[in-house]
C-alpha cells in the first residue's frame, strides 16, 4: 500500500515576532551607546589629563634652566600688550625643547631671542621686534590639543592666518592682565583680593613667588578652540587672553569654569556663544575663561605640576582664590 510522505515545513518570523526581534536590539543599543561614551569620554579626559602633566613637567624644565617658569608671552618695548600685529612669542614657543619639539622651534631660535631682548624695559638689552617665529603658527601639536575638542582643526584667520589650534593656555591670573605684567599684583574679585597670576605678560614666577603655595594655584588652565575660524580662541601660539592663556576670569561677568552667560570672555573678532558655553564680546580684550567639552568640569595643571578637576558652577570667589597665586586665601572644593 502507498503511503504518502509528509512534508515538514519551516515557519518563518511573523511579522509581530519580528518587530519584537527589532525593538529589543533597539533597547540594547540604546543602553549600550551611552556606556561606550561614557568609556571614550573618560579615555579622552585620561588623554587630556596626561598632556597637563607633560606640560606641567615642560614649565618646571624651564623653570630649572631659567629660574622662572615662562612668561604668558612677550611684549616688546612701546609695544601695546594687546597689538596682536607686534606681540612676541608664547610660553607654548618657549616650551617646545621641553616636550621634544626642539626640531620644531630650533629654526626660529634667533628670532625668538630677538624677541626676548626686545622685550626687555632697557633700550642697551638690545633685540628687535623680529616676528620670524610667527612662522611656526600652523604646526599641529598634539600634546596641546584636547581630544575632546571639535573645533580643534579650525584655523584662526587673524593677522596673518594659519594659527594652529591648541587647548591649554597661562594663567595669567583671575584679575587684570595689564597690571598683572611684569610680575605686578592687580586686586578684584568678589572680595578684593590679591589676584597676581603665575605666567604674566613678560614675566614667569618662581615657584617661590607662587606664595599661595604651588599644589594650590592653578598654572595651566584648559580652554576651547573658537568655532569658526575669525575666533581666534584655542590658537597655541596667538597669546591673547582665551586663545594661549586666561586672565581676568574670576570677575565681572566671567563667572567661572565653562560659565554659560554671554559676553564673558573679551576678544577682537570672536564670536558670542553662550548656547556652548562660549560667550565672548567682539571688539573686548583682556578677558578668558577656562573651558572645556569634558561633562561638567575643566581639567587644570597646578603649579606642582599635579592635575586636578574643577566642576562647573564652582563659586565665582573661589574660583578667583584658585588662579591667584598670592591672595593669602585657603579654598577646598568637593
Known amino acids: 500500500m502507498f503511503t504518502p510522505l509528509h512534508r515538514t515545513r519551516s515557519r518563518g518570523f511573523t511579522l509581530i515576532e519580528l518587530l519584537v526581534v527589532i525593538a529589543i536590539i533597539a533597547i540594547l543599543i540604546g543602553l549600550l551607546l551611552p556606556a561606550v561614551q561614557k568609556v571614550r569620554e573618560a579615555a579622552a579626559r585620561m588623554s587630556c589629563s596626561n598632556n597637563l602633566k607633560q606640560l606641567g613637567i615642560a614649565c618646571h624644565s624651564y623653570h630649572d634652566t631659567n629660574g622662572t617658569l615662562p612668561p604668558a608671552y612677550y611684549v616688546g618695548r612701546g609695544i601695546g600688550i594687546n597689538d596682536e600685529n ?27 631671542s630677538n624677541y626676548q631682548a626686545y622685550s626687555n624695559t632697557n633700550p642697551s638689552a638690545g633685540g628687535s621686534n623680529d616676528q620670524g617665529w610667527r612662522a611656526i603658527r600652523g604646526a599641529t601639536i598634539k600634546t596641546y590639543r584636547c581630544p575632546s575638542e571639535s573645533n580643534v582643526d579650525v584655523l584662526g584667520n587673524r593677522n596673518i592666518g594659519g594659527w594652529a589650534r591648541g587647548n591649554y593656555g597661562a594663567n595669567q591670573g583671575p584679575s587684570d592682565p595689564g597690571t598683572a605684567a611684569n610680575g605686578g599684583t592687580p586686586y578684584g574679585g568678589p572680595n578684593g583680593y590679591a589676584g597676581g597670576g603665575v605666567m604674566c605678560i613678560n614675566w614667569g614666577a618662581g615657584l617661590n613667588r607662587i606664595e599661595d603655595g604651588s599644589s594650590n594655584t592653578i598654572m595651566i588652565n584648559h580652554l576651547r578652540a573658537g568655532p569658526a575660524a575669525n575666533d581666534m580662541r584655542g590658537t597655541w601660539a596667538f597669546g591673547l587672553p582665551g586663545c594661549a592663556t586666561t ?77 591667584s597665586r598670592n591672595d593669602g586665601q585657603n579654598w577646598s572644593v568637593n
Not at 86 to 112: A, C, H, K
Not at 292 to 302: F, I
Open 86 to 112: 607686534n606681540i612676541g612669542p608664547t610660553w607654548t614657543v618657549l616650551i617646545l625643547p621641553y616636550i621634544e619639539q626642539d626640531n620644531l622651534s630650533r629654526p626660529y631660535q634667533t628670532s625668538i
Open 247 to 323: 586672565a581676568n576670569h574670576a570677575v565681572g561677568d566671567a563667572y567661572g569654569p565653562n560659565d554659560t552667560g554671554c559676553c564673558s570672555d573679551d576678544l577682537s573678532g570672536c564670536n558670542d556663544r553662550p548656547d556652548i558655553a562660549m560667550g565672548c564680546w567682539n571688539g573686548g580684550w583682556g578677558q578668558g575663561e577656562a573651558r572645556s567639552a569634558h561633562t561638567g568640569q575643566v581639567l587644570a595643571a597646578m603649579g606642582d605640576g599635579s592635575v586636578r578637576g574643577f566642576r562647573n558652577g564652582i563659586s565665582q570667589a573661589t574660583w578667583y582664590i584658585i588662579n
